[in-house]
């Protein structure tokens, strides 16, 4: 990023990370900071992948292409909307990130990173959720930490909510271009 007080905003956010890492509860407090809006990308889920995940079996990258096509969409509509949006997206491996960013700057990625132990003790404290807790160890095998080209803000989990809000705000440049409150 660069020094000068002007700054411009990514056009979208998308909060990945592992089930159970906290992408909900920071998606909308990011979005109530910001006045952006939220979405969060189960709701973007067709029905079958709710009922396989429910069963206790993991998805498998057809399962997931459509929806994340369908989240992918969504972010465009931002872009051509001129609107500001953030979605809570696993994002588990590069290829769904690249599907999902297609490779512009005005989408950027926040990992939500904590370690498996922290991550099962959430997972087995959530009530109504469809992703069971057994399906954790597949996630972390999925998982392909961002790395370079990415243009990715990583911020620990084991932080209070209202902390990993912050450090994203002033990762993604909002304290000092004004629009966090």
């Known amino acids: 990023m660069s020094g000068t007080a002007e700054r411009t905003l990514p056009r979208v956010v998308i909060l990945m990370g592992v089930s159970g890492?906290?992408?909900?509860?920071?998606?909308?407090?990011?979005?109530?900071?910001?006045?952006?809006?939220?979405?969060?990308?189960?709701?973007?889920?067709?029905?079958?992948?709710?009922a396989k995940m429910s069963a206790g079996n993991p998805l498998v990258d057809e399962d997931r292409w459509p929806w994340l096509d369908a989240i992918a969409s969504w972010i465009e509509e931002c872009r051509r909307n001129?609107?500001?949006?953030?979605?809570?997206?696993?994002?588990?491996?590069?290829?769904?990130?690249?599907?999902?960013?297609?490779?512009?700057?005005?989408?950027?990625?926040?990992?939500?990173?904590?370690?498996?132990?922290?991550?099962?003790?959430?997972?087995?404290?959530?009530?109504?959720?469809?992703?069971?807790?057994?399906?954790?160890?597949s996630q972390f095998a999925t998982l392909e930490e961002p790395g370079a080209g990415e243009r990715v803000v990583t911020v620990e989990v084991a932080l209070t909510p209202d902390r990993v809000v912050g450090i994203i705000l002033e990762r993604i440049g909002a304290v000092q271009a004004g629009q966090a409150s």
């Open 21 to 50: 890492c906290g992408k909900s509860t920071t998606g909308k407090r990011l979005a109530k900071k910001l006045g952006w809006t939220f979405r969060d990308g189960d709701e973007f889920h067709p029905p079958a992948n709710v």
């Open 82 to 137: 001129g609107t500001h949006g953030i979605v809570a997206c696993s994002a588990l491996k590069r290829v769904y990130r690249e599907r999902l960013t297609r490779g512009d700057g005005d989408v950027w990625i926040v990992y939500l990173r904590g370690s498996k132990a922290l991550i099962a003790d959430r997972m087995a404290r959530r009530k109504n959720h469809f992703m069971p807790p057994a399906l954790l160890d």
